[in-house]
């Protein structure tokens, strides 16, 4: 059977899929500096191929325990399944508007990434992409507020934070950045469908656990949806 490596550099994570044919039979995070992925073409010897997208460096560690199979690193030169409007796009979005096409083929859809930033990217039934707005994720919003007061305390998220009414100051902050993003998120995606219609929204990133029960009308995708796109532009080279 036909074996593919998929792989995932963040900028705290790391993480490989194995795909035989069109199932996904392995997720595991690794660690780059380790032998890990050779270890895993010692478990998988029909792996012929693989592709590889890093927004944290680390590409050559990777690389050099992978000389045994064809690899694909993404960049701005990797033939895509869609059309760039914005070409200053990091290959973090390219694969999850990959992933976004894969999922609603010929059909409008709205990635919105919740990560240390929350971007928004759009990808059109004919696909084209266009580049939407960027804006500051949770530790970011929580981090400036201690940063730049004197008083104001580091706050952490928590899920689910949907009152207005308070009886701390930790309290409050939290309402703030968690209520505010979950109400620019509905603004965006207002504005965005109003532009492109019947617009599917799906909802990735490390923080959007904190949204599931705040944001209705989304798809809130699993770690699958980003490797799902990986395979589809080796698919497509």
Known sequence: MKQIITIDIGNTRA???IFEDD???ELS???PYSDDLERVLQKYPNIEKGILSSVGGKIEECLKQLQKIEVITLSGT????FKLAYNEIGSDRIVAVAAAIKEKPHQNSLVIDIGTCITYDIITSDKIHYAGSISPGINLRFKS???YTN???LCMPKKDEINYIHKTTEACLRSGV???IAFEIEGFIRAYSNIFKNLNVFIIGGDNIFFENMLKCCIFADAKFTFNGLRYILDYQ
């Open 151 to 153: 008083k104001l305390p």
């Open 29 to 31: 995070v690794f660690d």
């Open 178 to 180: 968690m209520n505010g």
């Open 145 to 147: 507020m201690n940063d």
């Open 78 to 81: 990797t033939p895509l399944p």
């Open 23 to 25: 199932i996904m039979i």
């Open 15 to 17: 993480k490989y899929a």
